[in-house]
T-cell receptor, first 115, second 110 residues
Framework: NAGVTQTPKFQVLKTGQSMTLQCAQD?????MYWYRQDPGMGLRLIYYSASEGTTDKGEVPNGYNVSRLNKREFSLRLESAAPSQTSVYFCASSGRTSGRGNEQFFGPGTRLTVL | GDSVTQMEGPVTLSEEAFLTINCTYT??????LFWYVQYPGEGLQLLLK?????DKGSNKGFEATYRKETTSFHLEKGSVQVSDSAVYFCALRNDYKLSFGAGTTVTVRA
């Protein structure tokens, strides 16, 4: 099992460019998540998908869109990148959204720089 | 809303030293508590968890006890190794949402 995979690992964009970050999991998990990690701020939830066909906003959704393509894949799109979106982006998945102790499994991250 | 506060780093230790990273939380209801570890260049891995008051999570020599009365979940290890150098995140889970602390960078010197 590969677990949670993300592509690309690194990306440099110019302000105003668009791009899509890809995430896939092979654990048959129902729920998937996108986080951003900024220095001194821990991880903040951008969007999540409780199950195939549903998506919901997290703590910092502005400037992003998501697509739950199927049960395995959950993509994050930046339509018009801004320097404030320079960050490390992590995808995660879990068996279900709620439930005590339900663990989230994380991908290796995508380091994005917007110039 | 829910929040997690953990001690600021960086923390630098010698091998075999005792490590404590303090974590306190604010939450409604009965959250589950987690410690995640991030090694350089990698994603987060679950280190240990506790789902109810007085539970003790343990893994790889690390321990943390869910203390509802003090709203704390401090991480401890009795004898650290160089391989424990990483960033440690305390987190709580209420319903779907994981709330993270800012992270504590730990460096262990040989």
């Amino acid at each position: 099992n590969a677990g949670v995979t993300q592509t690309p690992k690194f990306q440099v964009l110019k302000t105003g460019q668009s791009m899509t970050l890809q995430c896939a999991q092979d654990m048959n998990h129902n729920s998937m998540y996108w986080y951003r990690q900024d220095p001194g701020m821990g991880l903040r939830l951008i969007y999540y998908s409780a199950s195939e066909g549903t998506t919901d906003k997290g703590e910092v959704p502005n400037g992003y869109n998501v697509s739950r393509l199927n049960k395995r894949e959950f993509s994050l799109r930046l339509e018009s990148a801004a320097p404030s979106q320079t960050s490390v982006y992590f995808c995660a998945s879990s068996g279900r959204t709620s439930g005590r102790g339900n663990e989230q499994f994380f991908g290796p991250g995508t380091r994005l720089t917007v110039l | 809303g829910d929040s997690v506060t953990q001690m600021e780093g960086p923390v630098t230790l010698s091998e075999e030293a005792f490590l404590t990273i303090n974590c306190t939380y604010t939450a409604t209801g009965y959250p589950s508590l987690f410690w995640y570890v991030q090694y350089p260049g990698e994603g987060l891995q679950l280190l240990l968890k506790a789902t109810k008051a007085d539970d003790k999570g343990s893994n790889k020599g690390f321990e943390a006890t869910y203390r509802k009365e003090t709203t704390s979940f401090h991480l401890e290890k009795g004898s650290v190794q160089v391989s424990d150098s990483a960033v440690y995140f305390c987190a709580l889970r209420n319903d779907y949402k994981l709330s993270f602390g800012a992270g504590t960078t730990v460096t262990v010197r040989a």
